[in-house]
């Protein structure tokens, strides 16, 4: 993904403050949300930046309430987003639901926390079926992708409208606590002018046809003919598919890891090939669609693969299809806010070589 | 024979899907009257809601956004946040607006949303088959209250007009009843001063409209309108509660708040607030001034 001209020196910059000020420099014109842990920096950074460069900023009462703004202005022709964190997004499944019905453009930033439940205010990454399986109730599908550096989720916020408005549907940021809270250098293109309202926006009109946002069809002939449209919009969206493979050519181990887990993989995968074991990362930037292909490719050179997560176990289930049972695919999760180290994720890499070389 | 009347432009030529004696049309006929004669038919935005009135963009020529059950006002909040002089109007039933989307009514209503909210009142869930809702009358049999509505299970119905009465944001709150020419007029002007509250860039304004549902209520149309005479409208009294000229006098409150200082993080110094409350002239009973 191209960040455009760069124009700026490196800033040091939180996570959650670069995904917002990327969102700016996108053309962001509204934002809406609501404050939790471990993302609220998001909310504040727009509450400060965003009404002088012409945007607006509005804290809503509740995450219910503040993707139904994000519905609103989407379909009035504005570029939109909102952020939260996991029990945020559990809020916001319905308005999901109607967004990609409604076939609406927006940004919707997800930063993990622990869960099920309050859970906690650590990283994780077992929002990966909620974000990926569908978005909300129905057969809808959000475009999600999975920065894992700073620079990568100011990167992929600003291509993330572009998308959004590409497919007209929601795209999520899958970030997580780590990512939000910690700071890296990261550079940002130009401002660029926010673009104007699409034409079926509602914005006003006496003319017919007058223009509608709506997802009821109540003639199942109807709804059927509109669900084959959104399954053909996500067969397309697969041209977006984003995968990073590091040191993958000779690997006879594929480590799959995203997000904050894909950096600390990355290192662990560096000492493994100090040890001399021939270890590499395949890391999905787009988690929806996802990468089976390149998955699929390695599967036919890889002894094995290690999936790592911040969870019991999501992606690794995405992992398995890909590779159709060709290698073993083993797994390894912390959960709860806990994240593996290198030299933790150096053992899993060791013991799974010796599991699935021996013999 | 001299024409007196037309359908409203802003009205569609489709004909009404509501049951027959709804009130639904008349409220729909009344609305698109008032954009007819403010001339706003060309900058109007509608927010269908969830309930009887789902389909109510098919019944007018004008932009609308159907939006989930509740949310209308969030929905209408984001479309005139980013379009400020767009007319933008939301048409909630009662179970939609004082029910699952009560914290967005108060929220945009307290904000001061510069939006026009149409609240219909049949005191029940119509589209659904006949259900509770909030403004369900005491005693009312409807199918989940089957004995007739019991407070001690169930509350007492709501008045959303009065709750929302208490809010700053509100430049316009009124409540008619559709019983009636005298009171379908007195309804058409409030809907009409409703909607040049917001052009008037004054706040937030909701028109509450006592309708019937003869269905659900298992009354012919004409008894269902007897029936909102006799018991909805002493249950939920009519007039203007709040206006433009009565805001000015009834909630002239003067908050003097000095700013807060943070001294050291375990000392916080906080100056007084001093309410002068309008009817004592003085600080509030019980309060005293603190400190």
Known sequence: MSPGTLTETRVLMKGNEAIAEAAIRAG????????????????????????????????????????NMVYGAAGAGARVMTSTSSPGISLMQEGLSYLVGSELPCVVVNIMRGGPGLGNIAPSQADYFQATKSAGHGDGRNLVLAPSTIQEAADLTILAFDLADKYRNPVMILGDGYLGQMMEPVMFPEGRVPRAAPSWATTGTAEAPVRLINSIYLEPDELEAHNVRLQEKYRRMRAEVRVESYRMEDAEIAVAAYGIAARVARSAVDRARV?????????????????TDAVAAAARTVRGFLT?????????????????????????????????????????IELTLREVTAG | MKQITTRPRALAETPFTYCPGCTHGIAHRLVAEAIDELGIQGRTVGVASVGCSVFAYNFFN???????????????????????????????????????????????????????????????????????????????????????????????????????????????????????????TRAKKAIRRAFQVQLEGQGFSLVEVLSTCPVTWGMQPVEAVRWLEQHMIPAYPLGELVTPEKKATTHPETIVVHPVTIVHPETIVVHPVTIVHPETGGVPPGTGERG
């Open chain 1, 28 to 67: 962001v014109q509204a934002y809406f949300g609501y404050p939790i842990t471990p993302q609220s920096e998001i909310s504040e950074y727009m509450a400060r930046r965003l009404p002088a460069s012409g945007g607006v900023f509005l804290q809503a009462e509740s995450e219910v309430a503040a993707i």
């Open chain 2, 62 to 184: 004008l932009d609308f956004q159907q939006a989930a059950h509740g949310r209308a006002p969030a929905v209408a909040t984001g479309i005139k946040r980013v379009l400020p002089d767009r007319v933008v109007f939301t048409y909630q039933g009662d179970g939609d607006l004082a029910a699952i989307g009560t914290a967005e009514i108060v929220h945009a209503a307290n904000r001061g949303e510069n939006i026009t909210v149409i609240f219909i009142n049949n005191a029940v869930y119509g589209m659904t088959g006949g259900q509770m809702a909030p403004t369900t009358l005491v005693g009312m049999r409807t199918t989940t209250t089957p004995f007739g509505r019991d407070p001690r299970l169930a509350g007492h119905p709501i008045r959303v007009a009065e709750l929302l009465s208490s809010l700053r944001g509100v430049a316009y709150l009124a409540r008619v009843a559709l019983c009636g020419v005298a009171q379908i």
């Open chain 1, 275 to 291: 040890r001399g074991l021939r270890a590499g990362l395949l890391r999905p930037i787009s988690l929806y669609p996802f990468p």
């Open chain 1, 308 to 348: 790592v997560e911040l969870s019991a176990g999501e992606m690794v289930e995405d992992v398995r299809l890909a590779v159709e049972g060709r290698v073993p695919v083993r797994f390894y999760g912390r959960m709860g806010g806990a994240v593996p180290t290198p030299p933790e994720l150096l053992e899993r």
